[in-house]
């Protein structure tokens, strides 16, 4: 089973579509949680952290569900500029990161 | 404030030659991490310094693959005798304090390697 799984999508939604990603991690002793996205061909950028009791940052929420290790992102009113590849991170205590294979996302006009 | 910077962007190498990679993490971060992107994979850990310390290579290769952050000056990783299969971007990122489970790791724009 891999560390943290993805579905590898793509998605493509219309503009002002909302759309939500899921990803499930195997490590129960993870700690943090994140969510980066990544641009085609470019470094991963950290979107935002994800706490238990969920957060929310403009169009976006994340979500963490503890019991089910399972986190999710929900976009709002989908813009051309978030088509990218939405990535899951997880990590343990001082270890370094682990990424997810990434979900694709095309936002279509 | 300069981010986490990379170089070469675009290296060309090949069969046999040594790839050499800089890193120069931002301004106040003494922890560099390494990480492997294969083409249409998610990034993969290498290994992770501080200054003048390796503290975890359990993600490096048990061959040909090197890396050091010295006192002075960037972080290198070294592939040496390069082949097809070490094609990929190779991205670096730091962070200002030791690990912890909150320290947000900052990537530098990466290498693409290509071997010929």
């Known amino acids: 089973r891999k560390e943290v799984e993805q579905d590898p999508g793509p998605f493509n939604v219309p503009e002002g579509a909302t759309v939500a990603f899921n990803c499930t991690y195997s490590n129960s002793a993870s700690q943090s949680f994140f969510w980066y996205r990544q641009d085609c061909r470019k470094e991963p950028k950290l979107l935002m952290s994800v706490y238990s009791s969920g957060n929310e940052d403009g169009r976006f929420t994340a979500q963490l569900n503890r019991a089910s290790q399972y986190i999710s992102l929900l976009i709002r009113d989908s813009k051309l500029s978030d088509s990218a590849t939405y990535l899951c991170?997880?990590?343990?205590?001082?270890?370094?990161?682990?990424f997810g294979k990434g979900t694709r996302l095309s936002v279509i006009a | 404030n300069a981010g986490v910077m990379q170089n070469p962007r675009h290296l060309v190498r090949r069969r046999g030659q040594e790839a050499r990679l800089r890193c120069s993490p931002m301004?106040?971060?003494?922890?560099v991490y390494w990480y492997r992107q294969l083409p249409e994979e998610g990034l993969k850990f290498m290994v992770y310094l501080q200054k003048e310390n390796i503290i975890d290579e359990s993600g490096m290769p048990k061959e040909r693959f090197s890396a050091e952050f010295p006192k002075e000056g960037p972080s290198i990783l070294r592939i040496q005798q390069v082949v097809r299969g070490d094609s990929a971007a190779y991205f670096c990122a730091s962070s200002p304090r030791a690990g912890g489970s909150t320290d947000t790791q900052y990537f530098g724009p990466g290498t693409r390697l290509t071997v010929l």
């Open positions: 991170v997880v990590k343990v205590g001082g270890t370094p990161l682990v």
């Open positions: 301004k106040g971060h003494s922890h």
